[in-house]
Every structure is written in structure tokens, then in C-alpha cells.
């Protein structure tokens, strides 16, 4: 086995080894479009259900229908089966692009990519029920969309880097969002729906197609 | 030209060791054996000869009861295998395979 023979083949391998070895290429594009279609459901079901979609914090005092006590709760019951169901669907679909591929579904790699996801998203979630104790229900809406981009920033490091992408727009809506108030399910759809959509195809047509 | 390469990466097998640790911090013996789909005493073979050269750095710990060691590149590791690369890339550039 002398790889000096074929430089050119061993440089190419090297290559290979060295991304498979660091980066979790196997996120499916799939999981992104999930997790937009359930949020659109869960932003819709919400906006059904308090039928406003100022949750800003001059018009919850004047909320008739429901008491503020009842839509914190619905708010909080909603978001999180949103949560679960998105990230249920999320992993069958990237498992079923690493078997597919032939890759460990539970290597250093996805290790390294779901802690790197997931201390920032218990830092927002914490943050988010602080806010909601303090009764600042509306600040809770742009912080998800921050903590979520600034996770998804964060875990970019150990998979495709166009995540990064996603990411970066995650946080510019989430802080246009903290001034332009009045509009919190309107952006928390555009956040966690339509860009998880437009980023999920765009990344399985760019890279699932192929494989 | 070809006496830049450097015979400790002559296998495919070191190569591959060395090109994984260079873009990560540690690995472990399993996680190794993964990526470079390599048998545990074929593995292990060539870890010690790239020890031994000084191109590795071995850690041996235990998680709960079971032994686990982790494999790291050296400064020396990393500069005699960027050579190899640099000469690999010079060969190639004279276009004389």
C-alpha cells in the first residue's frame, strides 16, 4: 500500500477524512422543512386560538376573551409541542439520510453538533420562561428567534456551513423583531416556518438530491 | 523529489490517522476505528509506530470502568505531516505521474 504512488488520489482522501471526521453531514434538508411546516401549524393554531396577533405588552392587559393567566399557558403548551414534534420529525429524517449514506447516526461529530445546538436553546428556553414569570410575555417571542439563530450559528461549525446562513437570519429577524413589536406571531412564523422551508429545500436539493 | 516524502506516512492507514487528528483536537481508539473502518490490532499497529516516531500524543484514562484512550497529534506530528502534504502538492504540480 504505497500511497506516493497516486498523489493525487491520496489528496483526495485526505480531504474526505478530514470532513468526515469533523463535520455531521448528514442533517437532512428534509428536517428543516418539517420544522417550518409544524411551525406554520403551531403559529396558526396560536393566532386561531387569540385570535390577535399583538402580544405586545400594551394590548395583553385589554385581552377580553382569555385572562392572561389562560394565554400564557396555551402560548407555553403550544410552543412546546411545536418544539417536540419539529425535532422528532427533525431526527427521522437526518437518521434516515445517515443510514441511507452508510454514517454512524452517534459519532463524535453529532455529539460535538447537538451540544454545540443545544446550550444556547437551553440558555433561550430559560431566559423565555424567566420573561414569562416576569409577566414580559412579548420579549419571549423575538428571544426565541435569537437564542435559536445563535444556536444554529453556534452547531454550524460542526456541519454544512450554509446552517450559518440560517443562523445569522434566525437573529436579524429575532432583533427587528424586539423593536418592531405588535407582530410577534406574524415573525415567529416567518422565523421558524417560511426560513426553516426555504433552508430545508435549498439544502436538500443541494445536497440530498445528489446522495 | 520523492525523497520529501516521509516514509512514517507511507500507509494509507497513517495517512489517514494523521489527516483526522489534524483537524481534530482528540480522538478516541473507537472513534478512529470508525472512521478509518480499520481492525483493532491493524489500528493499533500503527498508532504505536506513529508514537513512537513522536507524532503522537497518548492519553490513557478511565470513563467509569472502562479504559479509554485518546489520541492527539503532536506539534511535531502536525509539521512533519504538512510537509508530506507540501510535498505531495509539489509532486503533483510537476504533473510527472
Known amino acids: 500500500m504505497d500511497s506516493s504512488n497516486r498523489p493525487l488520489e491520496t489528496l483526495t482522501e485526505i480531504r474526505d477524512l478530514m470532513q468526515r471526521s469533523s463535520k455531521f453531514l448528514s442533517l437532512s434538508g428534509l428536517s428543516g422543512v418539517s420544522a417550518g411546516i409544524v411551525a406554520l401549524v403551531g403559529a396558526l393554531v396560536a393566532y386561531l386560538r387569540l385570535k390577535t396577533d399583538a402580544l405586545s405588552y400594551e394590548s395583553t392587559s385589554q385581552l377580553s376573551e382569555l385572562t392572561r393567566g389562560e394565554m400564557m399557558r396555551f402560548v407555553l403548551i403550544d410552543g412546546t409541542i411545536v418544539l417536540v414534534v419539529a425535532l422528532t420529525l427533525g431526527m427521522f429524517f437526518t437518521i434516515r439520510k445517515a443510514q441511507k449514506v452508510g454514517q454512524p447516526i452517534w459519532s463524535s461529530t453529532s455529539k460535538r453538533l447537538i451540544v454545540s445546538l443545544i446550550i444556547p436553546l437551553i440558555t433561550g428556553g430559560i431566559f423565555c420562561l424567566a420573561m414569562f414569570y416576569r409577566g414580559i410575555l412579548w420579549v419571549s417571542f423575538p428571544a426565541t428567534l435569537i437564542f435559536y439563530g445563535l444556536a444554529l450559528l453556534n452547531a454550524s461549525k460542526y456541519t454544512v456551513r450554509d446552517l450559518e446562513y440560517l443562523g445569522i437570519s434566525e437573529v436579524v429577524l429575532g432583533l427587528i423583531s424586539l423593536f418592531l413589536t405588535g407582530y410577534n406571531l406574524l415573525v415567529w412564523a416567518i422565523g421558524f416556518g417560511v426560513l426553516n422551508i426555504i433552508y430545508g429545500t435549498v439544502m436538500y436539493f443541494k445536497y440530498d438530491r445528489k446522495s | ?97
Not at chain 2, 1 to 14: G, I, P, Q, T, V
Not at chain 2, 20 to 48: C, I, P, Q, W, Y
Open chain 2, 1 to 97: 523529489m520523492l525523497e520529501h516524502f516521509n516514509k512514517a506516512f507511507e500507509s494509507k492507514a497513517r495517512l489517514g490517522i494523521m489527516s483526522v487528528l489534524m483537524v481534530n483536537e482528540s480522538l478516541s481508539f473507537n472513534a478512529l476505528k470508525e472512521l478509518l473502518n480499520l481492525t483493532d490490532g491493524n489500528l493499533a499497529t500503527h498508532l504505536r509506530a506513529l508514537e513512537e516516531q513522536g507524532y503522537l500524543n497518548v492519553q490513557k484514562q478511565f470513563v467509569g470502568r472502562k479504559p479509554n484512550t485518546t489520541y492527539a497529534a503532536t506539534t511535531d506530528g502536525r509539521q512533519a505531516f504538512t510537509n508530506h502534504l507540501n510535498a505531495l502538492e509539489a509532486f503533483i504540480r510537476t504533473g510527472q505521474y
